[in-house]
């Protein structure tokens, strides 16, 4: 299926690590071509994939777009591990209890207490209902209208598109609907014109631009609306031209210096390096 | 679109507010439950205020489930296995909740505190952003089946706004009457939570949501002592240790430098006073570990024997190093573990952004922090420090924590329930409930129904 790179660029897809992510219906493996390591004529014999790797004319935009996504799966798996409960595979029964109140043990009053204590629901099944609802009605529940409708999706092929920014830099993964709302909304002293400076404000030494407090009106708005959707009040990432990300050494938790060939994780000194050769070695991304 | 409830048991006349309100901050880790009364003038008492661990758990060893308040009994708690019903904040497996509620405050002899449904108003709390279904099943679960004669659900956050200020300039609010501008930080067992609040209402466009919390603390610091002695199914352990022992550094870097040990050519001494040995418990003779002071000259294998140790006994130490704050740094960069999430400082000033401009330098001098993460030793002095440097020069930033941080929504709780009028105006009872079904009484929750 997969003939040549890739010509498109493709949109910046960041997965949200939740509690569970499964391979849902509509995956599909695709092959990656293995670039000039599969070609006879060029390939020189040699197993070490490094040099295999930087020898034969660098790697296709598609094997490292499937490399990146491998160590991207790999720590989104680990994210969720170290938000998980330990409840996984663990089973306690919860033992008949004595004397405690009238009505059923385990099943409840009514009907509707009984379908929720029955259900086996977890967080994820919840958020993915909810998902599928908006995506279905295009509210939540107990809104009074729905919020605007997204954009339509642009039938403007990537190529052809004028260019807009990047989405991952844009700030809050909220949709854009979210930034839209009435003009009274004031960004920084530009939407407040009775605050824009006039040239005579500026050299009158009184002068004070500090933003007023926003009208009851404008208050009130804020106030009412409709709370965000789980996924849409996550924190957005830092902005992409801050720091890069740290990395540790895997033995001692130093600064990372030097990485693995084999697995990519950084150790700090050769003593350590040493250590992660002999136990800790994963040798799995290639 | 009224729809009839068929409760249980037949709802009295409404307008009539109960007399006791039992108020439920219901967390992940744990429950802070107590009553208040609005009948009596007193001000709320922090000891009123019950922490019940919200966890149904089993040992193998003493083939043994607690449930709820009974977890203090337990003896031994090596691999104990967890089951908590609070997912992410958010109540999602009632059965067990059911459990440890009906334990806390139902059962006959030993309950933790004492109270009858049907006579008694509840404040519940939740996370913020919840999906809808869980809404509906907790108003339906406390009416259904439990049968409080009223309710009230609201967000965590906007409790706190009831409780009194902790800061010195702020004058303390009269019960029932709160704060104006506030933004709360709540550093909890699931996430951390930013949510700007204007006179006890939340702008829920602003809030802000971190998902690191004390649960991913406690699982880094299993797989960081991992790497010396296996301890990743001693969750109650690993918890007491990060307690004990873990701070939040003032300046990273130059602690991990304090406390390198240097590679083969180049060693280095290590600051010894950053270290740390802890003493595991064993639960014959050690029933809680403790931490004392890095000493270099015992051998450790030795003490493992009870060669030299007091009394003989023996001693599993642990020596913990950089643990100790790179663990706690997560709150501050999560990009240190590939979350792509802004760090705590990142976060409040994306949602102060949020905001219309002239409040910016009003949330920014009154930032509350609360939840029981937020004990770190040294976390507001690292908060504060970190968004000074991210505002302007002339912007007061002022950072406080609340005197009791995991209490503070309870007390604010206790605050709003101290307050006839108040509660009269918040309370959904039994028979509105009944007349116009789960939709409407959502609606009053979130402010958008008149009653």
Not at chain 1, 67 to 74: D, G, I, L, M, N
Not at chain 1, 274 to 281: A, E, F, G, M, S
Request: charged share 25%; hydrophobic share 35%.
């Amino acid at each position: 299926m997969a003939t040549g790179a890739l010509r498109f660029r493709t949109p910046h897809i960041d997965e949200l690590p939740t509690t569970q992510s499964r391979q849902a219906p509509g995956f599909a493996w695709v092959a990656v071509a293995g670039g000039a390591q599969e070609d006879p004529s060029k390939n020189w014999g040699t197993t070490n994939r490094k040099r295999a790797r930087v020898s034969l004319g660098g790697q296709t935009d598609q094997q490292r777009e499937a490399v990146s996504a491998k160590q991207q799966r790999e720590i989104e798996r680990k994210l969720r591990d170290l938000n998980s409960d330990n409840a996984k595979d663990v089973v306690i029964d919860l033992p008949k209890k004595h004397g405690v109140g009238v009505g059923g043990v385990k099943a409840g009053k009514t009907t509707n207490t009984k379908k929720i204590l029955a259900s086996g629901k977890n967080f994820a099944h919840y958020l993915d209902d909810e998902e599928a609802e908006i995506a279905r009605t295009g509210r939540r529940d107990g809104e009074a209208e729905a919020p605007p409708p997204p954009q339509r999706a642009s039938k403007t092929p990537l190529a052809r598109r004028k260019t807009r920014e990047d989405s991952s830099i844009s700030g809050s993964p909220a949709p854009s609907t979210m930034q839209t709302g009435p003009p009274l909304l004031p960004r920084g002293a530009q939407a407040l014109p009775h605050l824009r400076a006039n040239e005579n404000d500026i050299e009158n030494e009184d002068y004070d631009d500090t933003p007023t407090l926003p009208s009851d009106a404008e208050i009130e708005y804020l106030l009412s609306l409709p709370p965000l959707t789980y996924t849409q009040a996550r924190a957005a990432p830092p902005p992409a031209t801050g720091p890069a990300p740290r990395r540790f050494c895997e033995t001692c938790g130093y600064w990372g210096r030097v990485k693995c060939s084999k697995c990519g994780t950084m150790t700090c000194s050769v003593a350590c390096k040493d250590v992660h050769d002999l136990d800790k070695c994963m040798k799995m991304y290639t | 679109m009224a729809r009839q409830k068929s409760l249980p048991s037949a709802p009295e006349a409404s307008g009539h507010l109960a007399d006791k309100t039992l108020i439920i901050d219901n967390g992940a880790h744990t429950l802070k439950a107590g009553l208040a009364t609005h009948l009596d003038d007193t001000p709320p008492n922090l000891d009123s205020c019950h922490i019940i661990p919200n966890v149904i758990a089993r040992s193998q060893r003493d083939k043994r489930t607690y449930i709820g308040p009974e977890y203090s009994d337990c003896l031994d708690f090596g691999e104990l296995a967890y089951r908590r019903p609070v997912e992410k904040g958010f109540i999602v497996h009632w059965e067990a909740e059911k459990a440890v509620w009906e334990r806390s405050f139902l059962h006959k002899d030993d309950a933790v505190v004492k109270c009858d449904p049907e006579e008694t108003s509840l404040i519940l709390t939740e996370a913020p952003n919840a999906p809808v279904a869980l809404q509906r099943n907790a108003d339906e679960m406390v009416f259904e089946e439990f049968g409080f004669a009223g309710y009230y659900r609201t967000i965590a956050p906007t409790l706190n706004a009831y409780a009194p200020s902790p800061f010195p300039s702020t004058a303390t609010s009269v019960s029932g009457v709160p704060l104006e501008c506030l933004l709360i930080i709540d550093v909890g067992h699931s996430h951390t939570t930013v949510t700007p609040l204007h006179h006890g209402r939340p702008f829920q466009h602003a809030i802000k949501r971190l998902e690191i919390g004390g649960k991913t603390l406690t699982n880094q610091m299993k797989l960081l002592i991992s790497r010396t002695f296996d301890v990743h199914r001693e969750d109650h352990i690993v918890s007491e240790i990060k307690e004990d022992v873990c701070f939040v550094s003032q300046d990273f870097n130059a602690d991990l430098e304090r406390v390198w040990r240097g590679g083969r050519y180049d060693p280095r001494a290590v600051d010894a006073s950053l270290l740390v040995d802890y003493v595991l418990p064993d639960y014959e003779t050690i029933k809680r570990g403790y931490a004392r002071p890095h000493d270099p000259a015992v051998k450790l294998r030795d003490i493992m024997l009870g060669i030299g140790t007091e009394g003989g006994r023996r001693e599993h130490v642990l020596t913990i190093a950089n643990e100790r704050f790179v663990v706690p740094e997560l709150l501050f960069s999560p990009a240190d573990i590939g979350m792509r999430q802004a760090g705590l400082a990142g976060m409040v000033l994306q949602s102060i952004d949020a905001l219309p401009a002239g409040f910016r330098q009003a949330y920014l001098a009154n930032i509350l922090v609360v939840g029981g993460t937020s004990k770190l030793p040294g976390f507001v002095q690292r908060l504060e420090s970190e968004l000074r440097s991210l505002v302007d020069v002339d912007e007061v930033v002022r950072v406080a924590r609340a005197e009791e941080p995991a209490k503070n929504v309870w007390l604010g709780g206790a605050g709003m329930a101290k307050s006839a009028d108040l509660m009269r105006s918040l309370i959904v009872t039994r028979q509105e409930y009944a007349e116009h079904g789960d939709g409407w009484a959502r609606r009053v929750f979130a402010g958008k129904a008149r009653r």
